[in-house]
Each structure stands twice: as structure tokens, then as C-alpha cells.
């Protein structure tokens, strides 16, 4: 009888151990799109513009445009990448975006990286921020969603030497 209880436990270990674990990854996984849900209120801050020569102010295409955080902290600002970028279009403009982020004040450092070597000639990195102070909202949802915000920055850089 013994025997017999002993398998029976064990079993009823394996598939209780098989269910949790299964429920685990199942909880652990992004089905939202992305989004915090249940409580944590989010805003698309969206950054687009246009990417010019300085000399000639003529489009560029072909420059990477990377957007990161910029958060205070007890030793100062520092930077976090996001992993947003896009590559600027024949017609020099470009539209990057945080999705998903807190709906307050926000700042965000864009950077701007000629990739295409002299294909349309070389131009110089250029950093900038852009800041959403009291940003408008467009779109939300009227609940934990309060939309979309936009800024424009148009840049234009300068060609290395």
C-alpha cells in the first residue's frame, strides 16, 4: 500500500510542478503589446522631424536616430538606452518613439549617427535633448492610456572634415 501511495505522491508532485511552471512562463510573457496594465498609467512620447546638411540644407538620408532616457539621480543625470531607433528616410525625416512611458514630464537624449559611410556623405554625431514639459495628450483612452504626445526637432548637420 505503501508503494502504491508513494507513486501516487509523486506523480501528483510531477504534474503540480509541471502546471506551475507552465502558469510561470504563461504570466512572465509580453501579451499586452508592451503597455503596463492594471494600474500604471502610460503616454507615447513620439519625436519626429527632419535630418538637414548644414552647408547646403539639403535632406540626409541614411542617419541613425536613437532615442534614450535621461533620469536624475543622486549622482547626477545619467542615460538609459531604450533600444528605439530608426534610420532617417531618402527624404531626410525621421519618427522615433517611447512607447509606454509615464505620463509626466519627460526627457529623452537623441542621438544622431551618420551609418551609411560616405554613401551621402560623412557628417559628425550629433547629441541633443528633447524635453515634453506638460505634455498635451492625443488618443488615450480616458482610463490607465492617456494617449500620444509629440515634439518636433529638425536638426541639421555638419559634414566631417
Not at 501516487?8 to 503540480?16: A, G, Q, R, V, W
Not at 504563461?26 to 507615447?44: E, L
Not at 549622482?75 to 519618427?95: F, N, P, Q, R
Not at 551609418?115 to 528633447?130: K, R
Request: aromatic share 10%; charged share 25%; net charge positive.
Amino acid at each position: 500500500m505503501k508503494v502504491i501511495r508513494f507513486k501516487f505522491l509523486k506523480s501528483y508532485n510531477s504534474i503540480i510542478t509541471l502546471l506551475l511552471s507552465f502558469l510561470g512562463f504563461a504570466s512572465s510573457c509580453d501579451i499586452w503589446g508592451g503597455r503596463a496594465m492594471y494600474g500604471t498609467p502610460s503616454a507615447d512620447f513620439i519625436v519626429k522631424g527632419k535630418v538637414e546638411s548644414a552647408g547646403e540644407r539639403r535632406p540626409i538620408a541614411g542617419i541613425k536616430v536613437e532615442l534614450s532616457k535621461e533620469v536624475d539621480t543622486e549622482k547626477g543625470k545619467m542615460s538609459i538606452d531604450l533600444d528605439h531607433s530608426v534610420s532617417a528616410e531618402k527624404t531626410g525625416t525621421y519618427t522615433v518613439a517611447n512607447n509606454g512611458g509615464f505620463p509626466i514630464d519627460q526627457t529623452y537624449k537623441v542621438k544622431f549617427t551618420d551609418i551609411d559611410g560616405g554613401l551621402n556623405g560623412e557628417f559628425e554625431t550629433l547629441d541633443t535633448t528633447i524635453v515634453f514639459q506638460n505634455p498635451k495628450y492625443t488618443g488615450g483612452d480616458g482610463s490607465w492610456y492617456n494617449g500620444s504626445t509629440e515634439k518636433e526637432l529638425n536638426v541639421k548637420l555638419k559634414t566631417k572634415k
